[in-house]
């Protein structure tokens, strides 16, 4: 690395743990980030045994829980309801924001605006160990008496106000999350606006960087609501105020003290207030992502360029008139309920544009099948099936019969595991090169994409036929007798869980591998046309030997008339 601009060298922590540059920090998120990711699978898995085999005793690994999570290897209730609350708590905020915004937002967006760092280093560098700190105090609330936060992730009150101590840990959790999440999107919009190299009009921007620029806005005007909210139930359960709970609650048969008057409806209009938009939060960089891949391994324009922009500005603020979506069944009437399935059959119509467009791209093209592609391209119907299946869900009349069974976690997943995981596994075999210098090995990476690919799908697929023959979500025991039915579908899950958890050994593998051993590669190893590619890998402190002047848009391949395949953004023509 070049550090020939500084007198005197940073020492080691300065340049690699307190780092203001947005390289390290972006590291730092996505490594980070990674391992919660895996951790949240793990709870997840853990959580697939009781739902396979129902109070049999977890094999080997359930003698070395303590007797509130499971007796004699017997999974408890309660410590079932805190790995389903902790696997979506850790998945959104821990695993998947902070790799998508954090991890690749923060590496790439300078680079790919051409700036030598983030608008305010100091600001990014606290983001990070904001949300550090966030990751720790979730993770302690497995050890508080009682255990962590059960009331699911999205912690209804009143079930969320009465709760054992876990869940004023996780409220003091996601304040530091959204804290740093708050400090992140700022960066990013003054970045977008103001660093952008001399040329790069917001219309030659890459579609990535456009899908990180509405991102921050979603986040940084749908949080805020949630964050007072937090503090609101923090208070209601500390404080003895009483925000969320209504008059003559009786908890095990107690009249309950110092309660009346709150509405249990409020929490849920200001959660979804900010977890609609952080749908799309997880979803629009995952479009991002797979947008870069698809154009540079189909060696042409991105099809309809302008037109995904426009949609994805739109997406953006219709994301904040749909949340009551999820709130069909509170009794809201029929004007309201008529006014949110509109909303939402509207927000679906960008989203279609979008994934056409991306499908349309396709179209012609001589198409590279290396790893990331597989990735990108396996994204694009899988996340198809997870937004057609929220159709269903938008609309009362099918939403009553579908609402909180495995219907639901069907769908969402489809978005986000299948969509936004595989976008974000193609999204680290594609930029592991600008990062490292190495490349990942392409037959380690193929043997991870095949097998993940299979079992996602053995996972998720399934859960629809769960949900329509009427298995509610948050079920401890499928013992039912209307989900007896279905309980081999159950097992087979829970066997494909497993599986893609075995199938991510060639991943971790290939990580380790490539980062010392993987082959060197030069600056531009996918022969790409954006400014991060236009600089070595890794780049240099401060980005760039010389601030490129951007002349052309961002997907110039196969331009007619070029000696070679693509015209990056800052050269002149070849
Ligand atoms: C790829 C592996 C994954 C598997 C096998 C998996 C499996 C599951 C299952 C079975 C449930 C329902 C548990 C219950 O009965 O309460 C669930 C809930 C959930 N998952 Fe996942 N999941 C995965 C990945 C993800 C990802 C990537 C995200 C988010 C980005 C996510 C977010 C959630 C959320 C928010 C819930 C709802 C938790 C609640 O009900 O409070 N999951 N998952
Ligand atoms: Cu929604």
Known sequence: ???????????????????MDHKVIGVQY????????????????????????????????????????????????????QLGAMHGTIMVFLGVVPLAVGGFGNYLVPLQVG????????????????????????????????????????????????????????????????????????????????LRAQGLTFFKMPFFVWAQFVTSFLLLLAFPPLEAASVMQLMDRLAGTSFFLPSGLVVGGQPLAHTGGGNPLLWQHLFWFLAHPEVYVLILPALGIVAEIIANNTRKPIYGYKVMVFATIFLGFMSFVVWAHHMFLTNMGTSMSSFF???TMIISIPSVVILTALILSLWGGSIRFNTPMLFAVAFLPMFGIGGL???????????????????????????????????????????????TGR????????????????????????MFILGLAGVSRRLYSPE??????????????????????????????????SLFAGKKVDSNPWESTTLEWQTTSPPPHENFEHEPVVLHGPYEYSVPGQK???????????
């Open 341 to 343: 399935q509109i909303t």
């Open 439 to 462: 490349k990942l090995s392409e037959f380690l990476g193929k043997l991870h994409f095949w097998p993940s690919f299979i079992f996602i799908n053995g996972i998720f697929m399934p």
């Open 115 to 194: 700036a030598p760092d983030m608008a305010f280093p100091k600001l990014n560098m606290m983001s990070y160990w904001v949300y550090f700190i966030g990751g720790i105090v979730m993770l302690c609330s497995f050890f508080v008496p009682a255990g962590a936060a059960q009331s699911g992730w999205t912690s209804y009150p009143p079930l969320s106000d009465v709760a054992p101590l876990g869940q004023t840990v996780w409220l003091i959790g996601m304040v530091f999350l959204i804290t740093s999440s708050l400090l992140g999107s700022v960066n990013f919009i003054v970045t977008i606006v103001q």
């Open 480 to 513: 039912y007798a209307h989900a007896q039915a279905v309980q081999p579908l159950n097992v087979f899950i829970s066997y494909c869980a497993w599986g893609l958890g075995l199938a991510q050994i060639p991943f971790i593998l290939n990580f380790v591998i």
């Open 30 to 81: 996505a490594v980070t980030s990674l391992l919660f990711l895996f951790f949240g699978f793990g709870l997840i898995s853990l959580l697939r045994w009781q739902l396979a085999f129902p109070s049999q005793p977890v094999p080997f690994i359930g003698q070395f829980f303590n007797d509130t999570q499971m007796v004699g290897g017997i999974m408890l209730p309660e410590f079932y309801n």
């Open 389 to 435: 299946t929220g159709l269903p869900l938008g609309l009362t009349a099918s939403d009553i019969h579908l609402h909180d069974t495995y219907y639901v976690i069907g769908h969402f997943h489809y978005v986000v595991a299948p969509g936004t995981i595989f976008a974000l596994f193609a999204g680290i075999y594609f930029w592991f090169p600008k990062v």
């Open 564 to 574: 070679k395949d693509f015209l990056p953004q800052n050269m002149r023509e070849n």
């Open 1 to 19: 690395m070049n550090h020939a601009s500084h007198a005197h060298p940073l020492p080691f922590w300065r340049k690699y743990i307190f780092s």
